[in-house]
Protein backbone atom coordinates (compact mmCIF):
# COMPACT_ATOMS: atom_id res chain seq x y z
CA UNK A 1 0.00 0.00 0.00
CA UNK A 2 1.31 3.21 -1.00
CA UNK A 3 0.09 4.81 2.40
CA UNK A 4 2.19 2.57 4.16
CA UNK A 5 4.93 2.97 2.37
CA UNK A 6 5.13 6.61 2.97
CA UNK A 7 4.38 6.05 6.74
CA UNK A 8 7.54 4.18 6.59
CA UNK A 9 9.81 6.19 4.47
CA UNK A 10 8.93 9.28 7.10
CA UNK A 11 9.14 6.91 10.35
CA UNK A 12 12.53 6.24 8.77
CA UNK A 13 13.02 10.16 8.37
CA UNK A 14 12.12 10.66 11.98
CA UNK A 15 14.50 7.68 12.69
CA UNK A 16 17.49 9.10 11.16
CA UNK A 17 17.02 12.41 12.76
CA UNK A 18 17.32 11.56 16.19
CA UNK A 19 20.14 9.58 15.58
CA UNK A 20 21.91 13.29 14.72
CA UNK A 21 19.77 15.00 17.02
CA UNK A 22 17.70 16.89 14.36
CA UNK A 23 14.49 17.75 13.77
CA UNK A 24 12.37 15.52 11.45
CA UNK A 25 10.19 19.39 10.53
CA UNK A 26 13.37 20.50 8.84
CA UNK A 27 12.63 17.62 6.13
CA UNK A 28 10.15 17.51 3.47
CA UNK A 29 9.77 14.18 1.80
CA UNK A 30 8.80 14.67 -2.10
CA UNK A 31 7.16 11.79 -3.76
CA UNK A 32 9.10 11.36 -6.96
CA UNK A 33 6.09 10.34 -8.86
CA UNK A 34 7.62 10.06 -12.46
CA UNK A 35 5.83 7.26 -14.89
CA UNK A 36 3.17 6.74 -12.47
CA UNK A 37 -0.27 7.18 -13.37
CA UNK A 38 -3.00 9.59 -11.95
CA UNK A 39 -4.77 7.26 -9.49
CA UNK A 40 -1.66 6.39 -7.91
CA UNK A 41 -0.52 9.90 -7.27
CA UNK A 42 -4.07 10.69 -5.76
CA UNK A 43 -3.55 7.27 -3.24
CA UNK A 44 -0.37 9.30 -1.95
CA UNK A 45 -2.14 12.68 -2.07
CA UNK A 46 -5.00 11.12 -0.06
CA UNK A 47 -2.36 9.82 2.43
CA UNK A 48 -0.95 13.18 3.21
CA UNK A 49 1.82 13.64 0.18
CA UNK A 50 1.80 17.11 -1.14
CA UNK A 51 5.02 17.79 -2.82
CA UNK A 52 5.51 15.63 -5.76
CA UNK A 53 8.56 15.20 -7.95
CA UNK A 54 8.63 14.99 -12.11
CA UNK A 55 11.34 14.75 -14.23
CA UNK A 56 9.56 15.37 -17.60
CA UNK A 57 7.69 18.67 -18.50
CA UNK A 58 4.73 17.13 -20.57
CA UNK A 59 4.34 14.56 -17.62
CA UNK A 60 4.10 17.28 -14.91
CA UNK A 61 1.53 19.73 -17.17
CA UNK A 62 -0.55 16.65 -18.02
CA UNK A 63 -0.38 15.88 -14.01
CA UNK A 64 -0.65 19.34 -13.08
CA UNK A 65 -4.43 19.60 -14.60
CA UNK A 66 -5.91 16.50 -13.23
CA UNK A 67 -5.17 16.87 -9.44
CA UNK A 68 -5.22 18.88 -6.38
CA UNK A 69 -3.92 22.36 -7.14
CA UNK A 70 -2.48 22.72 -3.20
CA UNK A 71 0.33 20.23 -4.67
CA UNK A 72 3.70 21.27 -4.82
CA UNK A 73 5.44 19.86 -8.04
CA UNK A 74 8.86 19.97 -8.03
CA UNK A 75 10.62 19.22 -11.48
CA UNK A 76 13.49 17.53 -10.68
CA UNK A 77 14.70 15.83 -14.13
CA UNK A 78 16.63 17.88 -16.63
CA UNK A 79 14.77 20.78 -18.16
CA UNK A 80 15.59 22.30 -22.09
CA UNK A 81 15.28 25.13 -22.69
CA UNK A 82 12.56 25.37 -25.50
CA UNK A 83 10.33 23.86 -22.07
CA UNK A 84 10.79 26.15 -20.04
CA UNK A 85 7.81 28.60 -21.16
CA UNK A 86 5.38 25.69 -20.11
CA UNK A 87 6.29 24.99 -16.50
CA UNK A 88 7.47 28.49 -14.68
CA UNK A 89 4.04 29.48 -13.71
CA UNK A 90 3.05 25.54 -12.41
CA UNK A 91 6.10 24.19 -10.75
CA UNK A 92 7.00 25.47 -6.98
CA UNK A 93 10.68 24.79 -7.53
CA UNK A 94 13.07 23.40 -10.44
CA UNK A 95 15.96 21.39 -8.58
CA UNK A 96 17.95 21.01 -11.74
CA UNK A 97 19.50 24.43 -12.83
CA UNK A 98 23.02 24.02 -14.29
CA UNK A 99 23.74 26.24 -16.99
CA UNK A 100 23.43 30.17 -17.47
CA UNK A 101 21.30 29.91 -20.67
CA UNK A 102 18.74 27.91 -18.57
CA UNK A 103 18.96 30.34 -16.02
CA UNK A 104 18.42 33.15 -18.40
CA UNK A 105 15.69 31.48 -20.10
CA UNK A 106 13.70 30.73 -16.46
CA UNK A 107 14.33 34.21 -15.63
CA UNK A 108 12.66 35.93 -18.78
CA UNK A 109 9.63 33.07 -18.52
CA UNK A 110 9.25 34.08 -15.08
CA UNK A 111 9.10 37.84 -15.76
CA UNK A 112 6.64 37.11 -19.04
CA UNK A 113 4.24 35.86 -16.36
CA UNK A 114 5.04 37.84 -13.02
CA UNK A 115 5.90 34.91 -11.11
CA UNK A 116 9.44 34.41 -9.06
CA UNK A 117 10.46 31.11 -9.48
CA UNK A 118 11.94 28.88 -6.67
CA UNK A 119 15.33 27.31 -8.05
CA UNK A 120 18.27 24.74 -7.14
CA UNK A 121 21.56 24.52 -8.31
CA UNK A 122 22.27 20.87 -9.56
CA UNK A 123 25.82 19.70 -8.33
CA UNK A 124 27.24 16.95 -10.17
CA UNK A 125 28.52 15.82 -6.77
CA UNK A 126 29.85 12.58 -7.91
CA UNK A 127 32.17 13.98 -11.41
CA UNK A 128 30.17 11.56 -13.30
CA UNK A 129 30.06 12.10 -17.29
CA UNK A 130 26.57 10.48 -17.58
CA UNK A 131 24.74 13.15 -15.00
CA UNK A 132 23.92 16.56 -15.20
CA UNK A 133 24.81 19.60 -12.75
CA UNK A 134 28.03 21.52 -12.11
CA UNK A 135 30.83 20.53 -10.74
CA UNK A 136 31.10 21.87 -7.22
CA UNK A 137 34.54 23.95 -7.68
CA UNK A 138 31.80 25.96 -10.31
CA UNK A 139 29.27 26.54 -8.37
CA UNK A 140 29.84 29.73 -6.72
CA UNK A 141 31.29 31.45 -9.50
CA UNK A 142 27.73 30.45 -11.16
CA UNK A 143 25.83 31.49 -8.19
CA UNK A 144 27.42 35.29 -8.25
CA UNK A 145 26.28 34.80 -12.48
CA UNK A 146 22.99 34.68 -12.15
CA UNK A 147 22.03 36.14 -8.80
CA UNK A 148 20.81 39.48 -10.11
CA UNK A 149 18.55 37.35 -12.85
CA UNK A 150 15.14 39.02 -12.57
CA UNK A 151 12.03 36.43 -11.45
CA UNK A 152 14.18 33.95 -10.14
CA UNK A 153 15.17 32.77 -6.55
CA UNK A 154 17.87 30.48 -5.15
CA UNK A 155 16.98 28.81 -2.30
CA UNK A 156 19.94 25.93 -2.05
CA UNK A 157 21.26 23.26 -4.05
CA UNK A 158 20.17 19.64 -5.47
CA UNK A 159 22.50 16.66 -5.86
CA UNK A 160 22.01 12.90 -7.53
CA UNK A 161 24.37 11.00 -5.62
CA UNK A 162 26.16 7.79 -7.83
CA UNK A 163 24.86 4.52 -7.77
CA UNK A 164 25.79 2.45 -5.07
CA UNK A 165 25.47 -0.76 -3.33
CA UNK A 166 25.75 0.48 -0.17
CA UNK A 167 24.20 4.17 0.61
CA UNK A 168 27.04 4.22 3.11
CA UNK A 169 29.60 5.06 0.18
CA UNK A 170 27.60 8.03 -0.96
CA UNK A 171 28.03 9.81 2.80
CA UNK A 172 31.09 11.17 2.00
CA UNK A 173 29.20 13.05 -0.89
CA UNK A 174 26.32 14.27 1.46
CA UNK A 175 28.69 15.62 3.46
CA UNK A 176 30.48 17.57 0.69
CA UNK A 177 26.93 19.47 -0.27
CA UNK A 178 26.55 19.95 3.24
CA UNK A 179 30.12 21.83 3.25
CA UNK A 180 29.33 23.20 -0.13
CA UNK A 181 26.14 25.16 1.65
CA UNK A 182 28.25 26.59 4.38
CA UNK A 183 30.93 27.84 2.18
CA UNK A 184 28.01 29.62 -0.51
CA UNK A 185 26.61 30.94 3.02
CA UNK A 186 29.85 32.77 4.22
CA UNK A 187 30.66 34.05 0.47
CA UNK A 188 26.99 36.34 1.43
CA UNK A 189 26.07 36.70 -2.09
CA UNK A 190 22.97 38.73 -2.53
CA UNK A 191 19.55 36.67 -3.77
CA UNK A 192 20.70 33.43 -2.80
CA UNK A 193 19.19 31.66 -0.02
CA UNK A 194 20.72 28.12 1.47
CA UNK A 195 17.81 26.55 2.58
CA UNK A 196 17.50 23.96 0.82
CA UNK A 197 19.72 20.87 0.65
CA UNK A 198 18.04 18.61 -1.89
CA UNK A 199 19.78 15.20 -1.58
CA UNK A 200 19.00 11.16 -0.64
CA UNK A 201 16.68 9.04 -2.75
CA UNK A 202 15.19 5.48 -1.91
CA UNK A 203 18.89 4.09 -1.65
CA UNK A 204 20.49 6.43 0.54
CA UNK A 205 17.64 8.83 2.17
CA UNK A 206 18.39 8.10 5.75
CA UNK A 207 22.22 8.73 5.16
CA UNK A 208 20.93 12.24 3.46
CA UNK A 209 19.10 12.76 6.06
CA UNK A 210 22.14 12.35 8.47
CA UNK A 211 24.00 14.67 6.54
CA UNK A 212 21.41 17.47 6.37
CA UNK A 213 19.32 16.92 4.01
CA UNK A 214 16.02 19.14 3.87
CA UNK A 215 14.17 17.39 0.65
CA UNK A 216 14.37 13.66 0.17
CA UNK A 217 12.98 13.01 -3.17
CA UNK A 218 12.29 9.32 -2.81
CA UNK A 219 10.41 7.08 -5.81
CA UNK A 220 10.55 3.42 -5.72
CA UNK A 221 10.41 3.52 -1.78
CA UNK A 222 6.74 4.51 -2.14
CA UNK A 223 5.80 3.41 -5.44
CA UNK A 224 7.61 0.07 -5.92
CA UNK A 225 9.89 -0.21 -9.10
CA UNK A 226 8.67 1.53 -12.37
C1 LIG B 1 13.72 9.15 -10.20
C2 LIG B 1 14.39 10.18 -9.36
C3 LIG B 1 14.38 10.08 -7.96
C4 LIG B 1 13.74 8.94 -7.18
O1 LIG B 1 14.45 7.76 -7.34
P1 LIG B 1 14.08 6.45 -6.51
O2 LIG B 1 15.35 5.69 -6.47
O3 LIG B 1 12.99 5.76 -7.25
O4 LIG B 1 13.65 6.87 -5.16
C5 LIG B 1 14.98 11.09 -7.24
N1 LIG B 1 15.57 12.14 -7.85
C6 LIG B 1 15.61 12.26 -9.19
C7 LIG B 1 16.29 13.44 -9.79
C8 LIG B 1 15.03 11.28 -9.98
O5 LIG B 1 15.07 11.41 -11.32
Not at 7 to 14: R, Y
Not at 92 to 109: C, G, P, T
Not at 151 to 180: D, T
Amino acid sequence: MISDNIAKVENAIQEHCMKVGRDSREITLITVSKTKPVPMLQEAYDAGSRDFGENRVQELVDKYDKLPDDIRWHLIGHLQTNKVKYIVDKVYMIHSVESLRLAQEISKEAVKKKVTVKVLVEVNIGNEDSKFGLPKEAVIPFLKEINELPGIHVEGLMAIAPICENPEENRMYFQQMKQLSVDIIRENIDNVNMNVLSMGMTGDYQIAVEEGATYVRVGTGIFGER
